[in-house]
């Protein structure tokens, strides 16, 4: 994983590595080209002059008055010169290395996290461009970087394809039951229609459409931080206040409902399990009309179990977990009497997850829509 302890390491034995190189150089190089000189003046006498020097040499010590007298009369001064020159060639050989080595060892890893900052900076701005690949070789920390760096760009390009396509589904939404009003508002202002109870009844029915999409978008955006008001509920009488309140609708829809539950209590939020069961209601009515629902209602040590099954045509035959994404309908059609926004089932998960429970989909031998509900004991 990439981090800046890492980075400052990688520099830190990068300058130990440059400081015992030049140590190295200071020790040995000055005696090897004092060795060399010494031996290079050797070479440039006399036969007679060498043999002289090397009596002097092993009789009197290299570094006696004699010796350097002797050298100094045969021309040394001129290759102490040389020693001087040749040993400051040498420092800045040696300060020339270590300065590009340290330019390449900064640049190695400078210039891909410039780079980097630079992506950074257009993905800040709105672009959504992976990053340029990175150089061979790359330092693994930079490496790491880029990696993460391309997987917050997918997420982020996977975002704003979410949001386009939550933002058209909502406008869609909204833009029926808007146009259906302002048509009927137009027709009242010319004339064409008049301002009795029918008319003011169906531009009521069309606000509360544009106020079930509000709620429904409201109770998911605060779906992770919803505050459940948990008391001991009576699960068999709340299942049938549900089943009368939408009883009109089943019976338009031709659904008969059979309710299998004994007398049963448990600690949930009642008015956020009631909307939930709506829900699936609601979803029972519009694509499985003419079906037999059947609901089921139990409880044991573990929690509370509700299931929910019709013989409908079923759930998709794609992965039926997908439903329980907001926007996500089993109904390709944008019709709302036949499809809705694809939020219902987004709102049950999300009620149950408040619950700490789980939501399933499955299905019944006869192929029809099951949906499993468990609420933990302990909530």
Known sequence: MWSAR?????????AVALSLAAAVIAAFAPHLVYAVRDALF???L????????????RTAGQCAPVVRDFKLAHGFAAWEINYHVALAVLIAITAATGGWFAHRLGMAIGQP????????????SGERQLPAPLRPHAADEVTALHRELSRMTEALRAADADLKFRSSAIAHD???????MRGRLVGLQSGVFQPDAKIIAALLRQVGMVEELVGDLDLLTSSKTMILQPESTRIDQLVHHVIEGQREELHNAGITVAIDSPPLTAMVDGNKLARAISNLLDNTVRYAPG?????????????LALRIADDGPGWPEDDPAALLDPFTRGETSRLRATGGAGLGLA?????????????????????GAVVEIRIPANL
Request: glycine share 6%.
């Open 6 to 14: 890492r980075i400052s390491t990688r520099i830190t034995l990068g």
């Open 291 to 303: 079906s037999r629902l059947r609901i089921v209602a139990s409880a044991d040590a573990d929690g």
């Open 347 to 367: 709102i049950v998960h999300a009620i149950i997850t408040a619950h700490q429970g789980e939501v399933t989909l499955l299905s019944n031998d006869t192929g």
């Open 46 to 57: 006399a036969p007679q002059d060498q043999t002289s020097l090397d009596t002097l040499i």
């Open 113 to 124: 996290i410039e780079q980097l900052a630079a992506f950074a900076r257009k993905t800040g």
């Open 174 to 180: 909204l833009r029926t039951p808007l146009t259906i």
């Open 42 to 44: 050797v070479a440039s």
